[in-house]
């Protein structure tokens, strides 16, 4: 039994690696089209680095991942020192509406901040579509996730210890900011990371959200792959495979060295 | 303790901390939503604007064979990814969880997941297609070429592939939590393995086998991006159907009222879900 589900085991983990392992391969690859590796080259590497537009793709992109995760994470922890702190009419009503960009999914999602910005166009001229749509789009679904997140470590607390700061003659702002803020840190930070991958891989909202010039790297991949399978695609691919197989692996050495 | 806040520092404690985030989400989140609802009940102008005169004939033009059919496939996806997940899926989470390298392995689960969504679906292109590895792989054995790409085969492995690890690791973590004892009383009294796991094990692990379901189905009904591209055109999933409103045939109206009825779908799973899980799970989820 035990060996039956080692094999089984084996299998998934081939399938989920065959495919990525195949692009890598082909990356490396000389002949345009196909699977057989006819010779080894960096070819397709040197094209895509003399690119000026994927530079500018990936700096969109990565202005477009900082700018709204630090955003959202601001909003969020905020909003999440809020839900679980105090009470207030609409309490219930906001935490409801925190699953929506959660659960919804993300088609509808583009489609309505599309109609949002739509209509703020037509009553109030702008925003046009651009990379600023882009971010607030991307701030929408980060708060809620972060907010969650943070949430669910605040729950974790023990109140007496903000109890504590008070009975000590701790005003409001320097409970939260030196024993709220410091406890919650591991939340904030997973919480920031969460939205930081999020907004990285995202493509559909920012697909609906973008305008002209505001192309970021998934944008890229698939106007690219829409028009047939290209070999820089495929060393664009490796580079992005590469580098958050890196920084997965940062994150995993770190958190067990803290244990 | 120290003396209580006054209301009005309660007040604007709670506009200082909600205020930002909770405007935020009544302008980005209700208001779209609420917008989106409204669209579904208006009609196309010439230009492709939304005008009146307003009406459920949005609605009833879902009711034709060939949205039907859209739902209908996408209904499909949704329900055999889930199935394939959980068949996947399921003794994975076992297999891992009683590993002594769990966490290592859990990091190489979670790996390609990492990688760009496009580029995980993309792969699969590459791997399907007329020159591709798997119809190289059957010339060896003499069979094929098969088409493999377009097909909604593709679609459907495409989708298992991207939305696996939602379903493996829900039902990890409920094989962690998992009284074995039970398993070894249910021995003890003479149960044959089969019936000892299904009564011992299969129970203590419905609650990651329902989140993992729900967060396999949600996504694989609503994604548009795997039909798009390994399905290029011959399979259309409600998801296609939305984007080409909202692009091509800029038809908002009837696009808002498509995703009225996806989000129809979306909220009845969960319904379930919530009445199989009780309240709490919806928190599970996240």
């Given amino acids: 039994m035990r060996r039956l589900l080692a ?10 690696y065959l495919p990525i392992l195949v692009i890598v391969a082909l990356s490396f690859n000389e002949s345009r089209r196909g699977v057989r590796f006819t010779g080894f080259t960096l070819d397709w590497y040197q094209a895509l680095f003399q690119d000026p537009r994927v530079l500018e793709y990936f700096l969109n992109t990565l202005l477009v991942a900082f700018v709204s995760t630090l955003a959202a994470t601001v909003l969020g922890t905020l909003l999440a020192v809020g839900l679980v702190r105090y009470r207030f009419p609409g309490k219930g009503f906001l935490s409801y509406l925190l699953y929506i960009p959660v659960v919804v999914p993300d088609v509808v999602m583009g489609v309505s901040l599309l109609l949002l910005f739509a209509l703020a166009r037509e009553v109030l001229g702008f925003p046009r579509l651009s990379l600023l749509t882009v971010i607030l789009g991307h701030i929408t679904f980060q708060v809620a996730f972060v907010t969650l997140v943070v949430r669910s470590r605040l729950l974790l607390l023990d109140p007496a210890l903000e109890e504590a700061a008070r009975d000590l003659g701790a005003r409001g702002w320097q409970t939260f900011w030196h024993v709220t803020l410091p406890l919650a840190w591991p939340g904030v930070a997973a919480g920031a990371l969460l939205a930081l991958t999020l907004s990285l891989d995202d493509f559909v909202v920012t697909f609906f959200t973008a305008g002209p010039g505001a192309t970021t790297l998934p944008l890229y991949i698939y106007s690219s792959v829409k028009l047939g399978v290209s070999p820089k695609v495929h060393a664009l691919s490796t580079l992005i495979i590469g580098l958050s197989a890196f920084f997965l692996a940062l994150g995993y050495t770190l ?3 803290r244990i | 303790m120290n003396e209580a806040a006054t209301p009005w520092q309660r007040a604007f404690r709670v506009l200082v901390t909600v205020g930002p985030g909770g405007l935020w989400l009544l302008v980005f989140v209700l208001l779209p939503t609420l917008l989106v609802l409204m669209a579904s009940f208006l009609t196309r102008g010439p230009y492709g604007e939304l005008t009146g005169p307003w009406g459920f004939h949005n609605y009833a033009k879902i009711l034709h064979p060939v949205y039907l059919e859209a739902f209908a496939q996408s209904l499909l996806v949704g329900v055999l990814a889930t199935v394939i997940s959980a068949l996947l899926g399921y003794p994975l989470a076992f297999y891992i969880a009683r590993h002594p390298q769990r966490d290592l392995l859990l990091f190489l689960l979670l790996l390609p997941f990492l990688t760009n969504f496009l580029i995980r679906v993309y792969a699969w292109l590459v791997l399907l297609q007329r020159e591709g590895l798997v119809n190289a792989l059957l010339g060896a054995f003499g069979l094929g070429p098969l088409v493999l790409y377009p097909s909604f085969f593709a679609v459907l492995l495409a989708t298992v592939y991207t939305f696996l690890p939602f379903f493996v690791l829900p039902v990890y973590a409920s094989v962690e939590r998992l009284d074995w004892q039970l398993l070894e009383a249910a021995h003890d009294l003479g149960a044959r393995p089969v019936k000892a796991f299904l009564h011992a094990v299969l129970p203590q692990t419905y609650p990651g086998l329902f989140a993992g ?5 949600i996504p694989a009904m609503g994604t548009f991006v795997v039909a798009d591209l390994l399905g290029a055109g011959r399979v259309v999933l409600i998801g296609n159907l939305i984007q080409q409103q909202f692009g091509i045939t800029r038809d908002w109206a009837f696009g808002a009222a498509l995703s009225v009825f996806l989000m129809g ?22």
């Fill in chain 2, 265 to 286: 779908f979306v909220l009845l799973s969960l319904y379930l879900y919530a009445r199989l899980q009780g309240e709490r799970g919806l928190k599970d989820l996240v």
């Fill in chain 1, 7 to 16: 094999l089984h085991a084996l299998l998934v983990y081939l399938f989920l």
């Fill in chain 1, 255 to 257: 958190s067990r060295r």
């Fill in chain 2, 213 to 217: 379901s729900v967060l396999v189905f």
